[in-house]
């Protein structure tokens, strides 16, 4: 059977990798048609143009639709990747500019942006999950929108039965980076890892090819070289300088994801940050501007050969998963689901990153059997009610939760400090948040 694929977003930077990641799966995912659905209809277009292009270029016969109509995008299709950005970069630039006024750390999914992001996201998104469940209510939606565990809870409440996996490729970022530095194969990893989306910790890799847990010596090697940065974009090799000295200098035992900087390390995280150039306007000239860049290329029919997008761990994970379903194949993913009793000593309802199982009957998470440490487990419970404080405040239209949310949320000092940079978000966000009273 082939498949009929909507890549929500598809005005992304991210969409060609998902796009030629696919083609690498033909056989085990083939695809008969593609559609390009985003409300920005000058993006869209744009990469309707490089999708056409290497889809001739790799003789594909695969139909691709580009439209800002939901029941065009989503009437009778398998599969939706959602990768939507409500507000797009402008607003991202906001949330990581807004907070740094405070001397809070500013950044798209931690701390107070990620919740002025996350506040954007549910409006945009369960929007558009009540589109999906009218036009396709059998389809899947394999979800990589931010922030991740405040879209679980919030379509959780609104849309119970609707089948939606939510997953990160962060993890997949660090095992490959561990992979890299220290010259692994991730395909021999079982990780038992744990936490909340962008705020988690490994607590083994066992490697299947050696038949033990390598992550002592991991951390032995990361306290001794740090990670190979080489390459990488300066704000992100930064992150995992610091992930090395958390490790280091801190906290030992356990690899933390390299997120936790923002909440555990405000102060050289702003040291860091420029407050007039931030993660934002590094996309927006760099990947930003390669989409118009290759636009031009195409459209002059010039440098063709410069072209250089390729399948890469974003796209990969997307379409395993959905391989994984259609198979029933069982495979192992790091998902957003809610614990259930996961992590023991966690609360029943939290929304948590662990180690699942997903096939043809959706995400089976597997049960820890063992009770995270009281500092992992504090992080999170305040973290866990900070958040659904937040999903709280959208439903309810609460502007009393919403203060509440941000002044729980880690790096926030005061209660005076949430509530000044919660009304300089309440004003710049205007509609795409819903109206607080």
Not at 259 to 285: G, K
Not at 378 to 397: C, I, P, R, T, W
Not at 408 to 432: C, H, M, R, S, W
């Amino acid at each position: 059977m082939s498949n009929v694929i909507t890549i929500a977003g598809g005005g992304s930077g991210y969409t060609p990798g998902i796009l030629l990641t696919i083609l690498n799966f033909r056989e085990e995912f083939p695809v008969s048609e593609i559609r390009l659905y985003d409300i920005d209809h000058e993006r869209n277009a744009d990469m309707g143009i490089i999708m056409t292009y290497l889809l001739n270029k790799n003789h594909e016969n695969v139909k691709l639709i580009v439209t800002e109509n939901p029941q065009e995008a989503f009437t009778g299709c398998d599969f939706v990747f959602s990768q939507i950005r409500v507000g797009g970069m402008k607003m991202r630039e906001k949330d990581e500019k807004i907070p740094m006024k405070y001397g809070l750390v500013g950044q798209e999914t931690c701390g107070v942006g990620g919740f002025a992001y996350g506040m954007r996201s549910m409006k945009g998104f369960l929007e558009m999950v009540g589109f999906i469940e009218k036009y396709a209510p059998n389809c899947w939606i394999l979800n990589y929108t931010n922030p991740e565990t405040i879209i679980a809870e919030s379509v959780r409440r609104q849309f119970p039965k609707i089948k939606i996996i939510n997953a990160c490729d962060m993890t997949i970022g660090i095992e490959e980076l561990i992979e890299k530095s220290f010259g692994y194969d991730r395909r021999n990893f079982i990780c038992q890892y744990y936490g909340l989306n962008h705020f988690g910790w490994y607590r083994e890799i066992y490697d299947v090819s050696r038949q033990k847990d390598i992550l002592p010596e991991i951390i032995t090697k990361i306290k001794k070289q740090g990670f190979d940065v080489s390459g990488m974009e300066p704000s992100w090799a930064h992150t995992y300088r610091v992930m090395a000295d958390m490790v280091r200098e801190f906290f030992p035992k356990y690899l933390p994801n390299n997120y936790l900087q923002y909440y555990l390390f405000q102060d050289r995280a702003l040291e860091e940050e420029n407050p007039n150039y931030t993660r934002a306007n590094e996309v927006m000239d760099g990947r930003l501007r390669k989409i118009k860049d290759t636009v031009n290329k195409i459209k002059e029919n010039r440098d063709l050969d410069t072209i250089d997008y390729a399948s890469e761990s974003h796209g990969l994970y997307i379409v395993e998963m959905a391989i994984s379903i259609l198979h029933n194949k069982n495979d192992r993913f790091m998902i957003i689901v809610p614990n259930h009793g996961a992590i023991p000593n966690l609360r029943s309802d939290a929304v948590v990153e662990i180690p699942c199982y997903v096939n043809a009957r959706g995400v089976e998470p597997i049960s820890l059997c063992y009770n995270i440490p009281d500092l992992h487990k504090g992080l999170m419970e305040a973290q866990v009610a900070s958040e659904k404080l937040l999903v709280d405040a959208f439903f309810e239209n609460s502007y009393q939760k919403a203060l509440e949310a941000f002044a729980l949320n880690q790096t926030v000092p005061n209660a005076t400090v949430a509530k000044k940079v919660l009304n300089d978000f309440i004003e710049a966000n205007g509609n795409y948040w819903v109206e607080l009273k």
